[in-house]
């Protein structure tokens, strides 16, 4: 194996703020292993939502400077000592954690998996985060039935095509929204029973045409701030509300007692917490790998960005110019 460098290409923010603030770099340190780590170079590294929440501020940073991204797949260059659950040099890998935009990153050995024969290079990057996201939602957050009735806000989205097509393959009804024509096409194709364009049909008027005044058992919502009432609004009796993400800002604080009117459930959950054991976290990654490579469900990809064009990644995913799950290249 090639010897290992002791500076690398990444991406550090030192302050909060927009794309700008993002500053690419060829001078970070390869960061020394402590035990129980792994050193991976990484091929592909995932962007999510919850990168910007760091650089926007609306999570808070540990500490700066900070290296964005949460999940990467590559290559395990060196072991540190400890429990390192059976991953060794030259195991190709996918994992969860911090530190992601960089060539190297030091991983805690318990958050990564090795990436199963039959997963092609860039798929595993594209659906670890989001796939678990919405497979955990679907099985723990709410326990979606066959012949559910089910909404999806941004099912164009990264975490939102994964989840139209869970659902699908439990028997769910998916109705899905989405802002473009291209995009409710594309959650039509991912399994959708029905997709309202928001930027002009009424998505209450249509849920409730639809499920015969009922609501639905589950709204997903990842947008957040603007879609929140909207999805208590649609919720069935005895239904659940999974408010799971941010993108149009932090829901502001809620009265418990709107809740009363359907016996609603409210949750906030994240995927760290459903994947947080060992075992849970092989658990579900195995069983991802199968829909993946039994199933042929599409980690769909919107585009590979050179690492050193992190902004414009940032604000093409920001201004929802984009279907899928968008990557970054570090040897780029």
Not at 88 to 117: F, L, Q, R, S
Not at 192 to 202: L, T
């Amino acid at each position: 194996m090639a010897s290992i460098p002791t500076t690398q290409k990444g991406v550090i923010i030192d302050k909060t703020g927009g794309p700008e603030v993002l500053q690419y770099t060829t001078d970070l340190p390869v960061p020394a292993l402590v035990d129980g780590q792994i050193l991976v170079k990484n091929d592909y590294i995932g962007v999510n939502f919850i990168d910007t929440y760091f650089r926007t501020g609306l999570y808070p940073a540990p500490q700066f400077p900070y290296i964005l991204g949460r999940e990467a797949e590559g290559t395990v260059v060196k072991t540190g000592g400890g429990e390192t659950y059976g991953l060794k040099e030259g195991d190709k890998v996918v994992w969860m954690g911090e530190g992601a935009y960089a060539e190297y990153t030091g991983v805690p050995a318990k958050n990564a998996v090795k990436i199963p024969e039959g997963v092609p290079p860039k798929i595993a990057a594209a659906a670890l985060l989001q796939g678990l996201t919405a497979l955990t939602l679907v099985r723990e957050a709410h326990a979606v039935q066959k012949g559910d009735w089910v909404l999806v806000h941004a099912a164009a989205g990264g975490t939102g095509l994964w989840l139209v097509q869970l659902l699908k393959s439990i028997g769910a009804n998916t109705i899905g929204t989405a802002s473009t024509p291209e995009k409710v096409e594309l959650a039509l194709a991912a399994g959708a029973a029905h997709v309202v364009n928001y930027s002009h049909e009424d998505v209450k008027s249509k849920v409730l045409e639809l499920t015969g005044g009922r609501g639905v058992a589950a709204v997903f919502d990842g947008v957040g701030k603007s879609t929140f009432d909207l999805s208590l609004e649609c919720v069935a009796r005895k239904g659940s509300l999974v408010s799971f993400g941010n993108a149009s800002g932090a829901v502001p604080p809620v009265a418990i007692g709107r809740l009363t009117a359907k016996n609603a459930r409210l949750l906030r959950p994240t995927v760290a917490n459903y994947v947080a054991t060992r075992d849970e976290l092989e658990r579900y990654s195995d069983e991802l790998f199968g829909f993946l490579v039994r199933d042929g469900l599409d980690a769909r990809i919107f585009d590979v960005y050179p690492l050193s064009e992190v902004a414009r990644a940032h604000r093409d995913l920001e201004g929802r110019k984009t279907t899928g799950k968008l990557l970054l290249d570090p040897s780029k």
